[in-house]
């Protein structure tokens, strides 16, 4: 167990390295001078430009070697400074960061978790049932190939345009201040509602189609057809088949932590929703590049940090995982 | 096995075939090394053309290539003018109306379609070759070079895709659909790369490739005329998910503005219709074609996936 572990956080701590250097290196070795490049863009003030020039040098650090810079930009990494946001100066970005993300996670963590079991739920209980196979397959397979943005978009105008049932944007109403109040989380759920169904209804079609292909192959293997054989309940050779195919399920949890992620900053943006993702979109539009490698960073972690705790939950339900025996993958 | 990918939209399908070492895979092998016979492809055309799936799948994405190919010439309206009056429903001037610039919604969804095909077959075809290249080379060199790669790839495959596309695209510049599928396409590799790779391990063992070793031929010679020959079913399936995934992913890119302005895709119209606040309008025609066009390329393209699965795999076959 401890070295199915240790295996995986080595992975994780390398991959963190990586990202961090990309980070480091995207804008140092990317054609052109970055300074120059972003201030151009950016159309300050005559006035505003220097100072902006001469922030940006100091801030990237361009005036000593570049090996220093390197472990400069780990040291300032280390002590939580990712720079300052340029739309937005002088808040630092990770304060930015910070004030966004309660509500990335209060979208992604009940997406990703209710899509899971629903999904799972729904696959298993459609495989070899022809006539629920033939509908919520098909209807599977529209769902996984929609892009959640238009999704999102197609809810809006339904729900919030056409029929007035849900807002069309935000995260509360402006009538409410974000505090612990019965009110705040009425209109907090209203707003909720349809940028979670937009993430929650393609990531279901997903896990429902892999749950019925999986048990499809359980429910053809040895022991399903020997405890069939021995007159087993068909419920409990089900029952059993699940277990099974609901180990590569995880698998595919971990591996599907960055589409929705993904899937999330899209939704948002559609719904004004003010977690990373519409954060996002104001750096790119503002050209805002330390927001942008911010957020680059804190998605990487945060995907890595939920990696880790597949792997434990993997630890719990594989027992291969726990005697050293090479489950998982 | 079924062949099914974490695409980059959504959740989408778990990747089955990343899970193969939790299940020690021996008792599911979807029997990839029965040898092609000419008897065999015509059985196989056989069970293709009698799957509804694979049928209704194929027939929707070729429809689509086929509007993507004739569409533009129908029309005189180019995709980015603003010569048209502005916010009209569809009529017979503007088959799917204008959008708030007087733009031809129409003539952007069919130029939006070929921008989808390129970015899905470049980009996805990148991903594919470098997918199977490293595959390949990992599942059948084993050793050092197979932990090396393995490496590689689950650090790249950690890594969010459109997080990393983000960073790149935001200062890159992105002036082509060209560059975007090659951006794509160098991101989204990891799982096939997986997947082949664990597809090799279980067929290098088989007889007919030890013999082919002993026979003194090369590496690259035995992949490409023992191993790749009994994969190709897995390899098409694969192709397929990567050409779907890459459609996706641009698109996402599109509506976060990071994809080329210069010209239209669905991913942009989207981006100008929401920016203009079609939605609020009420300017449907606006929004919902570009949707639409990427569900049923993807759509199909998964449909005639799990059909051609059911083609190659007696065993899914329908009851």
Redesign the interface.
Known sequence: MTRYLARKVV??L??FF??VT??WA??RF?PGD?IEGLLSRMKAQPGATEELTGYYSHAFGFDVPLWQQYLNFWAALLHGDLGRSIANFPTPVSELIMGALPYTLALLIPA?LL??WAGNKTGALAA?R?VLDNTV??AS???????????G??L??LFA??WAIFP?SGAYGLDVQPQWSLEFALSFLHHWILPFSALFL??F???A???R??I??EL???YSNYLTALGAPSKLVRKYAYR?AL???I???A?????????A??VE??FSYPGLGTL??SA??N?D?FL??G??LF??TG??IA?FVIDLVYVVI?PRTRVGM???? | MPLTEPTQSGVALPAEAVADAARSGAQTAPAPGVPAAPRLHSELFYFAFRNWKFVLGSAVVLACVAIAIVGPWLTDHPPLAFDGPTDQPPSSEYWFGTTSYGQDVYSQFVHGLRAAFLVGGLGGGIAWVLGVGVGFTAGYRGGWIDDVLNMLTNVVLVIPTLAILIIVAAYLQVQSYTTEAVIIGLTSWPWAARAVRSQTFSLKTREFVEVARLSGRSTRQVIATELAPNMSSYLLMTFILLFGGAILIGASLDFLGLGPSESISLGLMMNNAFLASALLLGSWWWFLPPGLGIVAIVGGLYVMNVGLDEVFNPKLREL
């Open positions: 992975i994780y390398l991959t990586v990202a990309i980070d995207i804008p990317m970055p990703i899509s899971f070899r022809k397959l098909p397979y529209v769902l996984t190939a929609t892009p959640q943005m238009w999704l978009i197609v809006a105008w345009s056409t069309v393609v990531a079609g997903g896990w189609i892999g749950m292909n999986m499809i192959y053809e293997s040895d099974n180990l590569p399920q698998t595919g949890l591996l599907a932590l960055g589409a929705v992620v993904a899937g900053i899209v943006i559609v996002t979109l790119i539009q050209r590049y942008i490698q957020i680059f998605l990487i995907v890595l990696n594989d090479q489950g998982g993958s």
